[in-house]
């Protein structure tokens, strides 16, 4: 071998070793399917749930709003249009359940306001507060069945609320047949009987506020008022939020247990929703169309609620 020629044994630096190139390729054609794989996880995982809610809301929804523009009785499967619409705008009973949900929207803070001054009483741990973490969820448990029969005796013209209230020099009151107040009575009962499951949310919402702010907080002087105010409501706006566009929703759709139980609609129809007028037209009108554009109305109410909920929520937090 002549001098200074290189060894066979030896392979210049730079080279590339006989079959290198190919064992890189696969490399790459291996991480690139890899990276596939992992971009298309998500969508696999999701994919199920996607389906369901598909299948199972939104095509229901579709057909529903496109049956609510055909026409009941001898108009069944006919088109009609606007007809349905039409007539809600001008049914009293429909035009008294929209007034009502206006009065839930009104009521909502109270009703998100009582389980979140109860979990900040419970997360401060108030004497007691064991005992009434479970107290207060406990009506959660109850059929709205049970809870519109038990607040029927409580409530009755001569039950024993109206017997206290006489004790004390106050003449008895009409809770469940005056049509000024009956709605009231309603929705306090339905606030009692579902306040729980706002102060489980609560209470996992404290589960991330930062302790060493409340620490602060009273270090500084702060009252109990301001440490709400300026330290639990800014650390649980996503909770509050939550909070707020669940309990509208159970307002709008899981009275009817109650309603039918305690007033069935009455007095005078003041103690409707869109919820029961709904099974009124389907159940005892035999109104499959005109309940259906009802269920439409009802959704786009809920739909426009949570959003400006939502909006409203979230300026209030940056303002904060």
Known sequence: MPIGSPSPLVRPAGSVPAGGGTVKHRGRRRDARRG???????????????LIIVVLRLWPLVLGVNFSFTGDGELNGTPVGLGNYLELAGDPLFRTSLRNVGLLVLLLPVAVAIPGLLATFIYLRVPGHRVYRSVYFFPAVLSPVIVGAIFNLMLGFDGPLNAVLGGVGVGPVDWLGDPGIAMFTVVGVHVWATFGMALVVFLAGFSTLDASLLDAARVDGASLRQIIWH????????????????????????????LF??????????????????????????????????STVLFVVMLVVGLLQITLLRRTGRQD
């Open 231 to 258: 330290v639990i409501i800014p650390s649980l706006t996503r909770t509050i939020q939550f909070v707020f566009v669940t309990t509208m929703i159970g307002m709008l759709t899981s009275m009817f247990g109650l």
């Open 36 to 50: 596939r794989a992992e971009r298309l996880a998500p969508y696999v995982l999701v994919a199920p749930a996607v």
């Open 261 to 294: 139980v305690m007033t069935s609609g009455g007095p005078e129809g003041s103690t409707y929703l869109p919820e029961f007028y709904i099974w009124h037209q389907q159940g005892q009108m035999n109104r499959p169309a005109l309940a259906s554009a009802a």
